[in-house]
């Protein structure tokens, strides 16, 4: 059985109505998504906006955004970055579409190239998997030929920024990179159970907003919130202030149904309402509530 306060609040039709209206209300005319409302389509606003219509089981269909998607592939089957390559092929994935050209060769290519030196990250970079991430997501959802190899080199190279405390990180430990590892390590068949991973997942748990990306840290933001829960999601553990995880989401929601990084602030995006309907949906999987929660 599922919180008494989590599912009625979670499930009211108009929580998930206010979304699809938001996501809708940022559908470009030429295809394409865009969250501030311009008829400037782009990768990351398409793909998000297709996944929280898909999270919602909203029926959708648009060849204009197939064709705009497609469009983000070059001729030689490239894309400008792996970033685009996974908006564009996993949102055509939601409108039941295909590239234009066979993308595999071009995923492979990054697959054999995922040692990168987190020295020479950019500062924007905040997650050392992220892209390591949207390559594996690619690679497995593609069906290409698994290569052993390959898929235990990956392997090793995140577990060596597993930290004593049990958390991922590149010297120190945070939860959006153990959120990532764990997705990562759990699609490619590593027992991630082993990990002892629900040790730093605990320490991150707060009773205030319910994680926080580094232990003993007041600061959240729902992207944490998120990480969190889906960190407790793929090792089958109950967020311990699931409640305080609620909370936050919602109050994260605008007045125009979408959501902000934090609660009763800020411009509501399209990734940050990706964030907060993926989390919703978890915290109302079964996963969550078929035993009482661990302490």
Same mark, same amino acid.
């Given at each position: 059985m599922? *919180?008494s306060?989590?599912k ?8 998930? %109505?206010q979304?699809?209206d ?6 470009? @005319?030429r ?13 990351s ?7 929280i219509?898909d999270l919602? &089981?909203?029926?959708?269909?648009? &060849?204009k955004?197939?064709?705009y998607? !497609?469009?983000?592939?070059h001729?030689?089957g ?5 970033f *685009?390559?996974y908006?564009s092929?996993k949102?055509?994935r939601l409108l039941q579409h295909?590239? !234009?050209?066979?993308? /595999?060769?071009?995923? +492979?290519k ?8 987190v020295r020479k990250?950019?500062?924007?970079i905040h997650?050392?998997?992220? +892209?390591?991430?949207?390559?594996v997501?690619l690679y497995?959802?593609?069906?290409m &030929?698994?290569?052993?190899?390959? /898929?235990?080199n #990956?392997?090793d190279?995140?577990? *060596?920024?597993? %930290?004593e405390? +049990?958390?991922f990180? %590149?010297?120190k430990s945070n939860?959006t ?6 997705v990562?390590?759990d @699609?490619?068949?590593y027992?991630?159970q082993?990990l002892?991973?629900?040790r ?11 994680f926080?990306d580094i232990?003993h @840290? *007041? ?5 944490? #919130?998120?990480a969190g829960?889906l ?6 553990i109950r967020? +311990?202030y699931s409640?305080?995880?609620?909370t ?6 605008n007045?125009?149904?979408?959501f ?6 800020? #411009? ?6 990706y ?6 949906k978890m915290?109302?999987?079964?996963r969550f509530?078929? /035993?009482?929660? @661990? !302490?």
């Amino acid at each position: 059985m599922t *919180s008494s306060w989590i599912k009625p609040h979670f499930l009211q039709k108009d929580v998930n %109505n206010q979304i699809v209206d938001y996501v809708f209300a940022r559908q470009c @005319r030429r295809g394409g998504f865009c969250f501030y409302k311009l008829e400037e389509p782009n990768g990351s606003d398409s793909y998000h906006a297709l996944s929280i219509l898909d999270l919602l &089981e909203v029926p959708f269909q648009d &060849e204009k955004t197939a064709v705009y998607l !497609r469009n983000m592939q070059h001729d030689d089957g490239s894309y400008d970055s792996v970033f *685009s390559a996974y908006y564009s092929i996993k949102g055509l994935r939601l409108l039941q579409h295909r590239p !234009r050209y066979n993308p /595999e060769p071009y995923i +492979r290519k990054h697959l054999e190239r995922f040692a990168l030196d987190v020295r020479k990250l950019p500062p924007e970079i905040h997650s050392i998997f992220k +892209r390591l991430l949207y390559v594996v997501e690619l690679y497995l959802s593609l069906g290409m &030929e698994r290569d052993e190899w390959v /898929e235990k080199n #990956i392997v090793d190279f995140i577990l *060596s920024f597993q %930290n004593e405390d +049990r958390g991922f990180g %590149n010297h120190k430990s945070n939860l959006t990179d153990t959120a990532k590892a764990l997705v990562m390590l759990d @699609r490619l068949g590593y027992p991630v159970q082993e990990l002892e991973c629900e040790r730093f997942i605990r320490l991150c748990a707060t009773p205030l907003f319910g994680f926080t990306d580094i232990p003993h @840290r *007041s600061l959240s933001y729902l992207e944490y #919130i998120h990480a969190g829960i889906l960190a407790s999601y793929v090792i089958s553990i109950r967020p +311990r202030y699931s409640d305080s995880c609620a909370t936050f989401i919602l109050d994260c929601q605008n007045r125009n149904g979408g959501f902000s990084r934090v609660p009763h602030a800020g #411009i509501a995006t399209m990734e940050d309402t990706y964030y907060a309907a993926h989390a919703m949906k978890m915290l109302l999987s079964e996963r969550f509530w078929q /035993e009482p929660p @661990r !302490r």
